[in-house]
């Protein structure tokens, strides 16, 4: 798996997706004269969306939707490759630091309004603004001065982007990135319509009604408190002759049994399973399967003070979960158990083509005597019983698994008593961007094949270190390996492997537990669904129905 010079193909296109049961490759061509006659289809959605503010959206349900409304300067295909989209073309200067982009004739909005470079500048200045910054903003940090003025020590008229007219915008970075187009490839990066986005005021993406698009589909009949909503076909996309669905009918479905019996019945077209449905239904002329560049794990809130400020009680718990028994028993869905911050094939060294879990190792290996020995040491600080609250979500896979993690510490670590906190998904995040929990379940899926992408959530000044996580010295290996050494494979692996071995050896920031795999069953008369590598669930732009 290397990375090139050229446009396509500056992500990693190495890993392939294994699909099983009656379905075929997302690629195949259109048989336009078996289409069915309505291309209208139902799908489940396991949570609802959480913000559509570009800038502000976090979390992967929200951001498969949001991939499908908003379109940017490039895309990912079917292969998971860059290709152009809202940009027709792009220049990048020899040193690999200036990108030229030229817009297409003929984009437009929703509205039909035009998709001006402006709107790119307007978009990416509100992302790094420390008045409205997005979590996100660090996804800029390789422009020239974002880094600086996201932490108020610029104005933001000193980014390194401009707009000479409509249809040309200029990227300025600080080095070259090999995998910039990725960066814009995904919605975060998206335009926004300055006129329109200040004209709704505070209403801004509140509600459907209060939203331009700019990619394949529109939405309809959602607000904040929506379970439903859809999406439709946008006329105004410059590639809607490519777009075959009109309609998209989602519904959140928490209950795997509930989505089943509905598919079973015909009123969804697509729906996620796990556990042991998995199993039952892998013969399925539907079932398709493939293991996702993501990681699931347990994060701690290392707030002063605490229990868990103590790093032998997150070293105790961190060797005292089985992985193992935890996919091939409690999941048993094709998940993989990780031990260390970066899932396998998220990025290959690209002049030895190693992969870089396989490089750095494992760490926090299942190990009840040493686990044992660590909560001794806790003990003597934090007392003989602890009780502590673990956040997850109320999905049947999240209670599975908050569950098994509870036996698993209170059986290993006598003392230590743990009490489940099931809430909803969107209630998950919000407590953990609040810093209101002690133990929490997450999972993390990047945008694009960057390594930082990982390693930026435990950064001392990132918006997603939740955990109160600080150590300078990983913070300035993680620098280093994201800026002077971009472009230097050995010293910045070598950078990003001795910064894992900090953040989960020495410090125990996390417990990496698994690498997850996505099932579904899908009405094998729908074909065409690309399983990008990076960032959402699927994607239905190249999608369709037959007869």
């Not at 870089?356 to 003990?379: C, I, M, P």
């Amino acid at each position: 798996m290397k990375l090139g010079k050229k446009v396509v193909g500056l992500i990693a296109t190495g890993f392939l997706l294994a699909a099983c049961g009656g379905t075929k490759e997302a690629a195949e061509k259109v048989d336009s004269g078996n289409l069915a006659a309505e291309q209208k289809i139902s799908i489940s959605s396991p949570a609802p969306i959480s913000t559509l503010d570009t800038t502000q959206t976090t979390d992967k349900n929200t951001f498969t939707m949001a991939q499908h409304l908003f379109e940017g300067l490039y895309r990912f295909d079917d292969d998971s490759a860059t290709v152009p989209a809202l940009a027709k073309d792009v220049k990048i200067s020899d040193d690999g630091r200036k990108y030229h982009f030229t817009l297409r004739e003929g984009i437009k909005w929703s509205n039909g309004e035009p998709i001006t470079a402006q709107d790119f500048v307007y978009s990416w200045k509100k992302l790094v603004t420390p008045a409205t910054i997005g979590p996100n903003a660090y996804l800029l940090d390789s422009v020239k001065n974002s880094f600086e003025i996201r932490n108020g020590e610029k104005s933001v008229d000193e980014l390194g982007i401009s707009a000479p007219n409509d249809k040309e915008f200029i990227v300025e970075l600080k080095q070259a990135q090999p995998s910039f187009l990725a960066v814009v490839s995904i919605a975060w990066l998206a335009p926004q319509n300055q006129k329109f986005v200040e004209a709704q005021g505070k209403d801004y993406a509140l509600d459907s009604e209060h939203l331009l698009y700019s990619g394949p589909f529109t939405l309809a009949n959602w607000d904040a408190t929506s379970d439903t909503w859809t999406l439709k076909k946008n006329p105004e996309y410059y590639d809607a002759d490519q777009v075959k669905l009109e309609e998209v009918a989602v519904s959140t479905i928490k209950e795997d049994n509930t989505g089943i019996n509905l598919y079973q019945a015909n009123e969804l077209d697509l729906v996620r399973i796990n556990g042991q449905y998995v199993q039952q239904y892998q013969d399925d002329p539907g079932y398709v399967s493939h293991l996702d560049v993501a990681n699931y794990f347990l994060d701690f809130n290392k707030k002063e003070g605490t229990p868990l400020a103590n790093v032998h009680l997150r070293k105790a718990i961190g060797q005292a979960i089985d992985k193992e028994a935890l996919t091939q028993s409690v999941l048993n869905d094709g998940s993989k158990p990780l031990n260390g911050l970066i899932p396998s094939k998220l990025y290959a060294n690209p002049e030895t083509d190693e992969d870089f879990r396989a490089y750095s190792g494992e760490y926090l290996k299942n190990d009840v005597k040493k686990a044992q020995a660590e909560w001794t040491k806790a003990q003597a600080d934090v007392g003989k019983k602890v009780k502590l609250s673990l956040l997850a979500a109320d999905t049947d896979q999240g209670k599975r698994i908050a569950e098994y993690v509870q036996s698993q510490l209170q059986e290993n670590l006598p003392g230590l008593e743990i009490t489940i906190s099931s809430q909803p998904s969107n209630n998950v995040n919000q407590s953990r961007r609040e810093k209101n929990y002690e133990l929490s379940l997450s999972g993390w899926i990047a945008g694009s094949s960057e390594l930082d992408s990982y390693f930026n959530l435990y950064a001392g000044e990132s918006s997603y270190n939740y955990g109160n996580y600080h150590n300078a010295k990983y913070d300035q290996l993680v620098e280093d390996a994201r800026t002077i050494n971009a472009n230097n494979p050995e010293k910045q692996f070598a950078e990003y492997k001795e910064a894992e071995d900090i953040l989960l050896n020495q410090d125990a920031a996390q417990v990496p537990l698994y690498q997850s795999a996505s099932n579904y069953l899908i009405n094998p008369k729908l074909k065409g669904i690309s399983y990008h590598l990076y960032g959402d669930y699927f994607h239905l732009r190249n999608a369709y129905l037959t007869e």
